[in-house]
């Protein structure tokens, strides 16, 4: 059984901070992971996903990074703002769970002006 | 603009009712689910859908039924026998049959059982 733990639960930094969000899985065999963004009492929005045969995404100032062999993935962030103050979720597809993706339960990101 | 539109935004149902969500995409994808998500919980698959009149139960369906009638809908049905029906429901679509589709999400449907 796969699980996708998130570490912290939640992280409050002063705006401008670069920072890193973590995601480890237990079961390495996995298709992709895909990084999400949910405001509050709003659905999830897609940040990247990373394909097993790849390393690392970026787009803008977000840059995610999949290391399979130890089941770990991180999402850095450069110069935070308020406005990336949002819970963020990984989730992993594994091989052989047909569509099904395992979520983490979220960190709670707070960018304080 | 395309998307995934979830309706209504807010539900309130009393006890001994069904209630169906509705989901509607215009991304052309393939492959719809239904999550539940609770405080304090990772979400979870109720359904999900590969094609059109075909779906599989996920790993909490008891208590809900769906129906995949055409390629851009995918309703849910939350029926009296679902116990703890109170959550954040969100549907969710993705390309084609492979396993590298990116998921997409609605906005969301937040059920209160009175």
């Known amino acids: 059984k796969q699980e996708v733990t998130q570490i912290p639960a939640a992280l409050s930094v002063p705006e401008g901070e670069n920072l890193v969000l973590n995601c480890s899985f237990t079961d390495s065999a996995i298709y992709n992971l895909q990084w999400f963004r949910q405001d509050p009492g709003k659905g999830l929005t897609s940040l990247l996903l990373?394909?097993?045969?790849?390393r690392e995404q970026t787009s803008g100032r977000l840059n995610a990074s999949l290391d399979k062999s130890s089941g770990r993935s991180t999402l850095y962030i450069a110069a935070s703002q308020p406005g990336d103050s949002a819970t963020y979720l990984c989730?992993?597809?594994?091989?052989?769970?047909?569509?099904?993706?395992?979520f983490g339960k979220g960190t709670l990101l707070t960018v304080n002006p | 603009d395309g998307g995934i539109t979830q309706s209504p935004k807010y539900l309130f149902r009393k006890e001994g009712q069904n209630v169906t969500l509705s989901c509607e995409q215009n991304?052309?994808?393939?492959?719809m689910y239904w999550y539940r998500q609770d405080p304090g919980q990772g979400l979870r698959l109720i359904y999900y859908s590969q094609i059109v009149n075909d779906f599989q139960k996920g790993d909490i369906a008891e208590g809900y039924s769906v129906s995949r009638e055409k390629k851009e809908s995918f309703p849910l049905t939350v029926t009296s026998a679902q116990k703890n029906p109170t959550a954040f429901y969100l549907c969710?679509?993705?390309?084609?049959?492979?396993?590298?589709?990116?998921?997409?999400f609605g906005e969301g449907s937040r059920l209160t059982v009175l």
């Open positions: 989730a992993v597809r594994r091989v052989g769970s047909n569509y099904k993706l395992t």
């Open positions: 969710a679509s993705s390309m084609g049959t492979g396993h590298s589709g990116e998921l997409f």
């Open positions: 991304l052309n994808h393939d492959a």
């Open positions: 990373i394909q097993s045969s790849q």
